[in-house]
C-alpha cells in the first residue's frame, strides 16, 4: 500500500493557536501534540487533494507549511507567512523526474526568525534532484527536508489515517 500523506504545520507550540486556524477557516480537522521543533500539525478532514486549502491559508497569521507525499508519484513542500506563499517545491517522478524549487532556506529562516533553527544545508541537501534520482524511495528526500525543518512525525498523516487512528495519534477533532 503506498503512502498518501497531507498535512499543515503551523509555527507554534501552543495547539490551541492550531485549534483557532482551522476554526477561524471554517473547517473542520485535527490537531496533533507539537513536535520537538516548534510545529504543531494540522489535518483538514478532506479527501487526499495535494493541494493547499484556500480558507486555511486565508485565515493563517503565522507561518504554516503544507506537506504533501503520494509515494509512488511525487511530493511537495509549500510555506506561507500569512496568506503569502514565500517557498514551494515540488518533484514527481510518475513517468520521469521533474523538479520545481522555488523554496529558499534563507527566506524561511527569515519568516521563522529565531523560533526555530532550520538546518539549511541539509533542506538543500535533501531537495536535490540528485536525491530523487539516486533514491530507492524518492520520497525519502522531502521527508529528510520535513526533518530540516523541525516539523516532526509526517509520515502516514492524512485525514484518512486519521479517521481511524486518532486517538493513538493524540489527535483532537476541531469543528
Not at 523560533?115 to 534520482?133: G, K, T
Amino acid at each position: 500500500m503506498s503512502e498518501f500523506s497531507e498535512s499543515f504545520h503551523l509555527l507554534t507550540d501552543d495547539r490551541t493557536e492550531a485549534e483557532a486556524l482551522v476554526r477561524q477557516s471554517g473547517l473542520t480537522g485535527w490537531t496533533l501534540p507539537p513536535s520537538s521543533g516548534g510545529w504543531t500539525p494540522v489535518v483538514i478532514d478532506r479527501d487526499f487533494t495535494g493541494e493547499p486549502d484556500d480558507h486555511l491559508v486565508q485565515a493563517n497569521t503565522g507561518v504554516l507549511v503544507l506537506y504533501v507525499c503520494a509515494e509512488d508519484h511525487g511530493c511537495e513542500l509549500t510555506v506561507w507567512s500569512g496568506a503569502e506563499t514565500i517557498g514551494h517545491y515540488r518533484a514527481e517522478w510518475t513517468e520521469e523526474v521533474e523538479v520545481e524549487d522555488h523554496l529558499d532556506p534563507a527566506t524561511v529562516q527569515a519568516a521563522i526568525g529565531d523560533r526555530v533553527e532550520i538546518d539549511a544545508a541539509e533542506l538543500e541537501a535533501a531537495l536535490s534532484v540528485a536525491v530523487i534520482e539516486s533514491s530507492l524511495d524518492p520520497a525519502s528526500g522531502v521527508r529528510r527536508a520535513a526533518a530540516a525543518l523541525g516539523l516532526g512525525p509526517v509520515d502516514w498523516l492524512s485525514a484518512a489515517y486519521l479517521r481511524h487512528d486518532a486517538a493513538e495519534r493524540d489527535a483532537v477533532h476541531v469543528g
